[in-house]
């Protein structure tokens, strides 16, 4: 790799306490004895997680820049470098932004329409039932069996534990692994476009729990079904599934927006 990114690296270990400079120039271990800072022993996920979304509903409203620098995020949300790193790591590794040469970032394109995301659905309706009848589709048993494991997992109270990206990342690694089955690139690459750019407004579109337990339990038969070689029942059934939760996650903006209006008219009201 080049000079810039390894500076960049021994910065961000400078400022964590982990090496310093050395009088005969480089760096050094900080604490030979293998110590390290208390900041680093016990990060702040949950402040991370904050973060995380704060930066995601900030760029889903257009409140950030399609390129920022890292200095203009240190600002905006009062951040740590080491922190800073740590959380664009994650969203570098999601696929929604990426490094330019120097010290700045550019957002990648996402879905910010309901429109689209809406659309979205509707593509999906295509394209995931289909895949399942495939000619060349072929089971990958343990892929799918782990899925049914998470799938479980979340229905017997493991939804409750985990966040919405995390829930996010279980569902749509289901279905990218039941797509990547049929062994077509075309559809596989489709729906992982699909889940790159949608991740975004997933995020603030997501179902409440009770119902989302739901729609869990609907992998969990759907995935039966695949590792029954019940493939026609396992399609029509995908097809259903994937109509009713774009119908639930309509309504659910539509309540959304129907509050924020009341919450407006109040507001309004108050100041008269």
Request: glycine share 6%; with cysteine.
């Amino acid at each position: 790799m080049s000079r810039s990114p390894v500076r960049g690296a021994l910065r961000l270990l400078e400022e964590a306490g982990i090496v310093q400079p050395s009088e005969r120039g480089g760096f050094v271990i900080a604490k030979p004895d293998g110590a390290l800072p208390a900041a680093l022993e016990a990060p702040s996920f949950d402040d991370d997680e904050q973060i995380y979304l704060q930066i995601a509903d900030d760029r889903l409203n257009g409140r950030l820049p399609e390129r920022i620098t890292e200095n203009e995020m240190l600002r905006r949300y009062d951040l740590t470098r080491a922190r800073l790193a740590r959380i664009l790591r994650r969203i570098t590794n999601e696929g929604w932004i990426e490094r330019l040469p120097g010290h700045g970032w550019a957002f990648l394109p996402v879905l910010t329409s309901l429109q689209a995301y809406e659309d979205s659905y509707r593509f999906r309706l295509l394209i995931e039932p289909a895949a399942i009848l495939e000619p060349r589709f072929t089971l990958n048993r343990p892929a799918l069996e782990r899925c049914r494991e998470q799938q479980q997992w979340l229905v017997d109270g493991g939804i409750w534990e985990v966040s919405d990206a995390k829930l996010f990342e279980l569902n749509s690694g289901m279905h990218e692994a039941i797509i990547e089955c049929c062994q077509n690139s075309f559809f596989i690459d489709a729906l992982r476009r699909i889940d790159r750019v949608r991740r975004l407004i997933d995020y603030r579109q997501m179902l409440d729990r009770d119902s989302a337990v739901g729609r869990c339990r609907e992998h969990v038969h759907l995935l039966d079904l695949l590792l029954a070689d019940k493939r026609v029942e396992a399609s029509e059934f995908m097809r259903q599934h994937l109509t009713e939760l774009s119908t639930l996650k309509t309504a659910a903006r539509d309540k959304r927006q129907e509050q924020a209006t009341a919450d407006l008219r109040g507001k309004r009201a108050a100041a008269e």
